[in-house]
């Protein structure tokens, strides 16, 4: 089922963050993934949980429920924590594939009627509509895929694109 117009632009912005994030994963060591940059930063771990998390909210709008037991410290406004309490690497790889794959079957399904919902008042839904938010998602996503980006080359890694 092609994907309603309301939401088309975020799916693409989905499916290239996707990309720029594995890149920017990719050969990660698990001592790398715990590194901030400093101590009011954030980690590798806690950016790309934090993507998950904003995938189960995008879900969550579109009327799915996905989740995972770790969500938590990766939520808006949640401190991140010692590192011992996060999921591992590979449990948060799991959960963005498997959200990842989830919300393009939710947006496929998502019927007109769902996208042109209110959201609640303090939503910051780019139209005050479950589609708008949908979008708004995305674009947070994609700034959190660039400090993914900006992180991995602070590591001494290669650059993902350009």
């Known amino acids: 089922m092609p994907i309603v117009n309301e939401i088309a632009t975020a799916a693409h912005i989905y499916r290239r963050n996707e990309a720029?994030?594995?890149?920017?994963?990719?050969?990660l060591t698990n001592e790398e993934w715990q590194c901030p940059p400093n101590d009011t930063s954030n980690s590798m771990l806690w950016v790309v949980g934090h993507v998950v998390w904003a995938?189960?909210?995008?879900?969550?709008?579109l009327g799915s429920t996905?989740?995972?037991?770790?969500?938590a410290h990766f939520a808006r406004g949640a401190n991140p924590g010692e590192p011992a309490g996060y999921p591992s690497p590979e449990e948060v790889v799991l959960g963005?594939?498997?959200?990842?794959?989830?919300?393009?079957?939710?947006?496929?399904?998502?019927?007109?009627?769902?996208?042109?919902a209110a959201t609640p008042?303090?939503?910051?839904?780019?139209?005050?509509?479950?589609?708008?938010?949908?979008?708004?998602?995305?674009?947070?996503?994609?700034?959190?895929v660039g400090q993914a980006a900006y992180l991995r080359r602070w590591l001494g890694h290669e650059g993902v694109s350009g």
């Open 20 to 27: 720029l994030l594995a890149k920017s994963i990719e050969g």
């Open 55 to 61: 995938r189960s909210m995008a879900l969550k709008f």
């Open 96 to 116: 963005l594939k498997d959200a990842a794959a989830c919300l393009t079957a939710a947006m496929e399904e998502a019927p007109a009627e769902v996208l042109s």
């Open 66 to 71: 996905w989740t995972r037991p770790w969500l």
């Open 121 to 144: 008042e303090k939503s910051p839904s780019f139209d005050g509509k479950v589609g708008g938010m949908v979008s708004f998602l995305a674009f947070h996503e994609a700034y959190h």
